[in-house]
T-cell receptor, first 112, second 114 residues
Framework: KNQVEQSPQSLIILEGKNCTLQ??????????LRWYKQDTGRGPVSLTI???SENTKSNGRYTATLDADTKQSSLHITASQLSDSASYIC???????????WGAGTKLIIKP | EAQVTQNPRYLITVTGKKLTVTCSQNMNHEYMSWYRQDPGLGLRQIYYSMNVEVTDKGDVPEGYKVSRKEKRNFPLILESPSPNQTSLYFC?????????????FGPGTRLTVT
């Protein structure tokens, strides 16, 4: 069964610190992996999209990595800011039908 | 401004009273989709449309209908809402439904069915 699991479920860190969120997937065949940021009560916003051949992609202070062999991805946030408080969702696309498999998200809280 | 709009943003209704949530995009996107989001769960796709007059079921289509008569609009219809359809709904669009096109999401519609 195609699944995306994220950890931790929630995370609290101090402003200015770095953090790393994890995503493990069992999706096959794989097309691409996406990370979204979702502020409370709002629609998700795309951070990165990575294909099979990409193992790192950055978007400002956000850096996503992909290990297609172990089927793992991570999202690293550098020098966190209060505005980074949000849910971060990992999504994997199935190559055969382009269906998107959504993780449940990691809720990140940045404290001043 | 490129955007996906949804209306209404908030809706409280009673069981069995038909309702429609509208969705419109101004980016000339071919692909549109509806999702629902419930606490502790990932987004679940209700219906999607690859182009005008082409719609297909997602993971949780029961109790919902959609239509795609024009490229820009993709309304979600609940013919007889029930309390288990209380949820946060998102409409999304992308240039195409295949490949790695980015999806753009609307602001969400919070529906409560009593």
């Amino acid at each position: 069964k195609n699944q995306v699991e994220q950890s931790p479920q929630s995370l609290i860190i101090l402003e200015g610190k770095n953090c790393t969120l994890q995503c493990n997937y069992t999706v096959s065949p794989f097309s691409n992996l996406r990370w979204y940021k979702q502020d409370t009560g709002r629609g998700p916003v795309s951070l990165t999209i990575m294909t099979f051949s990409e193992n790192t992609k950055s978007n400002g202070r956000y850096t996503a990595t992909l290990d297609a062999d172990t089927k793992q991805s991570s999202l690293h946030i550098t020098a966190s800011q209060l505005s980074d408080s949000a849910s971060y969702i990992c999504v994997v696309s199935v190559r055969s039908n382009y269906q998107l498999i959504w993780g449940a998200g990691t809720k990140l809280i940045i404290k001043p | 401004e490129a955007q996906v709009t949804q209306n209404p943003r908030y809706l409280i209704t009673v069981t069995g009273k038909k309702l429609t949530v509208t969705c419109s995009q101004n980016m000339n996107h071919e692909y549109m989709s509806w999702y629902r989001q419930d606490p502790g769960l990932g987004l679940r796709q209700i219906y999607y449309s690859m182009n005008v007059e082409v719609t297909d079921k997602g993971d949780v289509p029961e109790g919902y209908k959609v239509s795609r008569k024009e490229k820009r609009n993709f309304p979600l219809i609940l013919e007889s809402p029930s309390p288990n359809q209380t949820s946060l709904y998102f409409c999304a669009s992308s240039r195409e439904g295949t490949g790695i096109w980015e999806q753009y999401f609307g602001p969400g519609t919070r529906l409560t069915v009593t």
